[in-house]
């Protein structure tokens, strides 16, 4: 039998209502779980049910089916106007809050994964764009995943100083420790690694114009505006 029809028709044998927030954080669950295999390109419902570890996954989105957050389409999950939105807030506060942990609290991955998985679902709105904006609106997770974007992302004023800044924004003599390199290519990553330059080496601004000017250890290197935006440090 189809796992999909299977899944859109059989009964719905639980109730919700007295354990609403516990019930929450796992529909929250399945939508990170149905974004991050999205990700991978896998809409398959069979590989959805062998992925999750909630062992009530089957009941739990037949309830979600009939709340409007996702459709079947055959075997394939598509996620809704609604689901989407929810998956994406989920998805946006997990891999902000890595790293945050991993940033400024130096928590292992091991730490970072099992905390942000708890925090996910506790932090408001208005707590996550201070997140975001304190971490200087990160474009990725600490494992290269992209952090979906929010309203703070598009505001020209900060109400909150950054604390990760791209390197541009450095002052002269002024020393940044590298937090994370957003580079458009793989090759120009592995060019900025030859030069020394990854997550925790510390810079030295030394010339903005008519070229960037950096300071690694006793090693001065000149970089292209285009390449320093991709660079983001935290002042030391």
Known sequence: MNRGSDLIKGPH??????QKEVE???VEELLELIW???EKGVFDLDRLLETTSDIEAKSILRWMIRDDLFEMEGNRVILKERGEEKAREIIRRHRLTERLLHEIFEMSEEEVEEEACKLEHILSPTVTDSVCTFLG???TCIHGKPIPRGECCTKFKKEIKPLVIPLDELGLSEEGRIVFIAPKSHQR???????GIVPGSVLRMHQKSPSFVLQIGETMLAL??????NIYVKKV
Do not use: A, M
Request: charged residues 45%.
């Open 13 to 18: 044998r639980r109730r919700w209502g007295p």
């Open 24 to 26: 929450e954080d796992r």
């Open 36 to 38: 991050t295999l999205r």
């Open 137 to 139: 609106h990160p474009p």
């Open 189 to 195: 990553l592995d060019r900025l690694s030859t030069l």
């Open 224 to 229: 292209d505006k285009e390449i320093v935006r």
